[in-house]
């Protein structure tokens, strides 16, 4: 059971990037899928979540209007779409799962599949 985080790289501010997360082992049928993202010395922080199967999504509100999640199941694959990037979107983003429901509208805590990361520079 694994994921594969993909996609990061530099950017002006105001560009675009899509980020992919493939899972290999099992399927984001019954799973929530997330994405965080972490600069050195603070916390990680949760930037979307949502399940595939519920339809039901949420978003930080630093990043609401300009991301957007989306899937392709026949490649078991989920994609964080980002648009008019800014600076402080600067960061490694990581994807994480978990099995589970999901009623949408708090991010998880509980994930306990994880991908490693990929670094987002957005310059000013």
């Known amino acids: 059971v694994q994921l594969q985080a993909s996609g990061g790289g530099l950017v002006q501010a105001g560009g675009s990037l899509r980020l992919s997360c493939a899972a290999s082992g099992f399927t984001f049928d019954d799973y929530i899928i997330g994405w965080f993202r972490q600069v050195p010395e603070k916390a990680r922080e949760g930037v979307a979540c949502f399940s595939i199967s519920e339809g039901t999504s949420w978003y930080a509100d630093s990043v609401k209007e300009r991301f957007t999640l989306s899937s392709d199941n026949a490649k078991n694959t989920v994609y964080l779409q980002m648009k008019n990037l800014k600076p402080e979107d600067t960061a490694v983003y990581s994807c994480?799962?978990?099995?589970?429901?999901?009623?949408?509208?708090?991010?998880?805590?509980?994930?306990?599949?994880w991908g490693q990361g990929t670094q987002v520079t957005v310059s000013s």
């Open positions: 994480a799962a978990v099995e589970g429901y999901y009623s949408g509208g708090y991010f998880p805590t509980d994930f306990d599949v």
